[in-house]
């Protein structure tokens, strides 16, 4: 493994030695503190009694039986959070806000691309979910089985993953911009018996198809019994009698009533794929009472969440972790009244999240910083034309922010009145980790600051020892968390390996992120260490991209790897050998983008493809992708004598010279 310095981290050097000299800070202004959900005796109080500080948080939510044990780490890795409890993941998020009186609050202002829009009441909200949850049962669906969800951004979607979790099914959603490929094994993995899905969706103004994707998929995956369509384009799709069934059918005629059922804390909610550095994508656990508790513990404090006062909107989709616990289980377990935007930002036009911003009155966004350099690429007269002021918490999360985008945040979105809250976590993690308190914390643009009250994070050096103020090296976890995942699923071994083997005589959870401590002890994150790729806040792995690459039938070799970028953090750049040795001829770079596009998904699409003659590889056979980030990234070749042939990168580097 890579140590943690500018270059293989994912910024350049550069841009590291700026953040570690940034020295502004924003304390928070007094009336904002006075508000605030945090207080500044938080974090004496968890690191007094951790255990009690959390069963506190577990307080938020409603459970049918108390738990006998808080937590549970005798078989660690293996975690157990609030050990005996029972709950209904749903109810929490549906049922009881309705039952305290608060059925005709908005839930979701939902707001679909082409303009049409729905406002659904946390009594609607239970109707939706209750009919669902009655449709799935009566497909013979049972506790425990999975279910793959294969949508845009439309209510239905929301309305499934809150049905799997009313029934205790264990939900699967795979992003919609994946390909037929990506959902084929999804699906396989997890064994899953439905798949629920549209006809097409909305992106960038036109009508796609989507259920095309789950027709090629399910004809390889023999555990599929039924597909259920919510009809939202309005696009042709082809049908399998006994198979296919349309949402409006099934959903519809349902009773509005269910009686949820409780289960275990420890019962799983969902599987969440991600990519690691093999080639196939792990399933990651999370289970239901610690994971809510989480969830709702930090969408309470970090953004400053207040039931029934805030507009709350967080632009990811519920295709990653984003959209499940600051979307779904976070926000409605807490009551929020919450935007959900089906489109893209800039259809119709540029202003569209300040069109949305003004007609909502939304006073919490969360976005990520790929975004925020868009809009900034953009210009500040765009949203300078909205009314934001509303707005007074903003969230980013997904890579490091830098500066330069935190300052402009700050003026042109928060009118330099806004905290900002740069939050760390992962899909492992299930819940922000790190992140500042806002009203209690003096935020710098770039930092996430520290870890929550409640949790355990440290810079650590090559032998797990903690660096000082001013130190870098590895991020790592020394203390159990209750969103932790609870496994990959399938692979215990790999679960093992992936986060716990590398501090393994410690017991610390290796996050793979190098990290550093600036002169005031505030973290501040610097990227991946290893061969995982940050492309606008998603994580792709290099070896994934590689094996799609040559898997086309003209490449012989491949090598990728993420240059910096200035819009995407990372942008991807392939290396590939053709067969035969063949150089350049006709378009083979679109011709492999396409082919990425169509194996992984149009995300993994490479910026730049170079048709090289050689790769530079060690005397063992591992590929340096350190000397061709260099090369991506216009830099002087760095040390090349571990290359079992030292004359690779000159080869390299003259070709493309010659090539462009
Ligand atoms: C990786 C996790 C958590 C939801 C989105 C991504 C990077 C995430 C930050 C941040 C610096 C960040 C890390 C992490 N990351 N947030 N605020 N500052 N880096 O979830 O796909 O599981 O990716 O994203 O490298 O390990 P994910």
Known sequence: MAPPSGNDAGQSGNALDNLLTESRTFPPSAEFAEQANATSDLAERASADREAFWAEQAGRLSWTSDWDQVLDWSAAPFAKWFVGGKLNVAYNCVDRHVDSGHGDQVAIHWEGEPGDSRAITYADLKDEVGKAANALASLGLTAGDRVAIYMPMIPEAIYSMLACARLGLTHSVVFAGFSAEALRSRIEDAEAKLVITTDGQFRRGKPAPLKTAVDEAVAQTPTIQNVLVVKRTDTDVEWTEGRDLWWHDVVDGQSTEHTPESFDSEHPLFILYTSGTTGKPKGILHTSGGYLT???????????????????????????????SYIVYGPLANRATQVVYEGTPNTPHEGRHWEIVQKYKVSIYYTAPTLIRTFMKWGADIPAKYDLSSLRVLGSVGEPINPEAWMWYREHVGGNRCPIVDTWWQTETGAIMIAPLPGVTACKPGSAMGPLPGIGAKVVDESGVAVGKGGGGYLVLDQPWPSMLRGIWGDEERFRDTYWSRFAEQGFYFAGDGAKYDSDGAVWLLGRVDDVMNVSGHRISTTEVESALVSHAKVAEAAVVGASDPTTGQGIVAFVILRGGATEGGDIAKELRDHVAKEIGPIAKPRQIMVVPELPKTRSGKIMRRLLRDVAENRQVGDVTTLADSTVMDLISSGLNRGS
């Open 294 to 324: 989480q969830a709702a513990y930090t969408h309470h404090y970090v953004f400053d969440h207040k039931a029934g006062e805030d507009v709350y909107w967080c632009t990811a989709d519920i295709g990653w972790v984003t959209g499940h």
